[in-house]
């Protein structure tokens, strides 16, 4: 379904959710009570709803405060929920240890290098001498 279709089924979904007909003719009065520039027409309000168009973001904003949803809403639908992965390490527990590496990360890449080869010195188990 193309954006201008969804934005219509969100459009007719906010104005019943508010009380009100998903009509052209209700639309077009109780917009044009609130907007301070030119006002829509009846076809303009009916190409809103049937998904023939999208209003400009000044009227976007008008009519999302009439509807008391968000305009980012009304406009692109619910934001998708992002799942955050995990890191590939295990949690650290030590709040000491989250902040050297959090540290040693807003290093610039030629200055972790050292410490990447003294870590990984610190790890190696020491020779044994004969």
Not at 32 to 51: P, T
Not at 109 to 123: N, S, V
């Amino acid at each position: 379904m193309d954006e201008k279709k969804q934005f219509a089924e969100r459009l007719r979904a906010a104005m019943r959710a508010a009380g009100y007909e998903a009509r052209p003719n209700v639309l077009e009065q109780h917009f044009n009570e609130r907007y301070w520039g030119r006002s829509v027409s009846y076809q303009g309000a009916r190409r809103w709803l049937v998904g023939l168009s999208i209003p400009e973001q000044d009227k976007l904003q008008v009519l999302a405060q009439w509807l008391g949803v968000e305009p980012q809403t009304l406009r692109f639908g619910t934001p998708t929920q992002v799942t955050n992965t995990p890191p590939p390490w295990p949690e650290v527990a030590d709040p000491a240890d989250r902040a050297a590496i959090s540290a040693f990360l807003a290093l610039p890449p030629d200055r972790r290098k050292p410490l990447r080869e003294l870590i990984a010195q610190l790890g190696t188990p020491p020779r044994r001498r004969r």
